[in-house]
């Protein structure tokens, strides 16, 4: 049996959450990084293992159907990201400099906060069908 699509896109975003955190902690704690730039560099990498995982699990009863989609939908996929990931870097230096959070909390608090968000421009901007149309999720 399939998992519900919002238990796959949590599974996902799981695996790269536990390696945009061992990055930020790396890139802090080890070189240095402010945690502003720490934190972008991270997203940077997951968002690219995340479209792939997702591409491959979650929505893969959604594939691209045309040559235009399958080139629009990574681009979609960065450009909706990029939003997000700008929020999460604000999010988590906010979180970092005004509630005295460690980089590591502060980014926890912040994915907590932009995972709905997160899906539901998934679900219907980024992996919806050529005509847009999509059927009701869990």
Same mark, same amino acid.
């Given at each position: 049996?399939? &998992?519900?699509?919002?238990?796959?896109?949590?599974?996902? #975003?799981?695996?790269?959450?536990?390696?945009?955190?061992?990055?930020?902690?790396?890139?802090?704690?080890?070189?240095?990084?402010?945690?502003?730039m720490?934190?972008?560099?991270?997203? @940077?990498?997951?968002?690219? @293992? $995340?479209?792939?995982?997702?591409?491959?699990?979650?929505?893969?009863?959604?594939?691209?159907?045309?040559?235009?989609?399958?080139?629009?939908?990574?681009?979609?996929? @960065?450009?909706?990201?990029? &939003?997000?990931? #700008?929020? $999460?870097? &604000?999010?988590?230096?906010?979180?970092?400099?005004?509630?005295?959070?460690?980089?590591?909390?502060?980014?926890?608090?912040?994915?907590? &906060?932009?995972?709905?968000? $997160?899906?539901?421009?998934?679900?219907?901007?980024?992996?919806?069908?050529? #005509?847009g149309?999509?059927?009701?999720?869990?």
């Amino acid at each position: 049996p399939r &998992l519900p699509r919002w238990a796959l896109f949590n599974l996902v #975003g799981l695996a790269g959450f536990v390696v945009q955190l061992l990055l930020i902690a790396g890139l802090t704690r080890v070189y240095g990084w402010h945690p502003a730039m720490a934190t972008a560099v991270a997203m @940077q990498v997951v968002l690219v @293992q $995340n479209y792939f995982a997702h591409s491959r699990w979650t929505w893969a009863d959604r594939p691209p159907v045309t040559r235009r989609e399958r080139l629009l939908r990574p681009l979609r996929y @960065q450009g909706t990201k990029t &939003l997000t990931l #700008g929020l $999460n870097v &604000l999010l988590t230096s906010a979180f970092v400099t005004f509630a005295d959070m460690t980089p590591e909390i502060g980014n926890a608090m912040a994915v907590g &906060l932009c995972a709905i968000v $997160n899906y539901t421009a998934a679900d219907r901007l980024i992996f919806s069908t050529a #005509g847009g149309h999509h059927e009701v999720t869990s």
